[in-house]
């Protein structure tokens, strides 16, 4: 049979519009959780160095963390809790993320739990991938102004 010579009209080519995105989502209205695969149990940040006493003292302020969420923690108490950038972190805690597999990591999470003592994780969404004890704030020393 013979092909005609006509063909099916074909519908203008729709504009192109918008596709729907969703928006990525947002963890600063919840709780934090700690998880502790990468609990660093080696010199220099380890937490093999600490006692029970400090142990049930960094246990009850972990937990007092759980009552707030991330927004009070990391945006209300920036001064003291924050997130920095790994560059800015000293040698030997920059050397342990590439050791350890997290050479990859844009930032960490300090939390202050007295004067000098900090808990170093990475955060990822809601929780906090706990990885050192920093006692003396060696991981991210801080440089006083006018010193």
């Known amino acids: 049979m013979p092909v005609s010579g006509k063909f099916p009209k074909v519908a203008a080519t729709p504009e192109p519009r918008r596709s729907p995105t969703a928006a990525p989502p947002n963890y600063n209205s919840e709780h934090p959780s700690w998880r502790i695969s990468k609990i660093e149990m080696v010199n220099p940040f ?9 142990l049930e003292d960094v ?11 991330w927004n009070q923690i990391l945006v209300e108490a920036r001064k003291q809790n924050h997130s920095i950038p790994v560059w800015d972190l000293c040698q030997e805690a920059q050397a342990r993320l590439e050791t350890i597999g997290l050479e990859d990591t844009e930032e960490v999470i300090s939390l202050r739990l007295s004067g000098k003592e900090r808990v170093w994780g ?8 706990v990885l050192w004890w920093d006692p003396d704030h060696r991981v991210c020393p801080s440089v006083l102004k006018y010193t």
């Open 46 to 54: 380890g937490w093999q160095e600490i006692g029970r006493a400090a």
């Open 59 to 69: 246990r009850a302020k972990l937990s007092n963390f759980e009552s707030m969420t």
């Open 122 to 129: 990475i955060r990822q969404g809601a929780a906090l991938l």
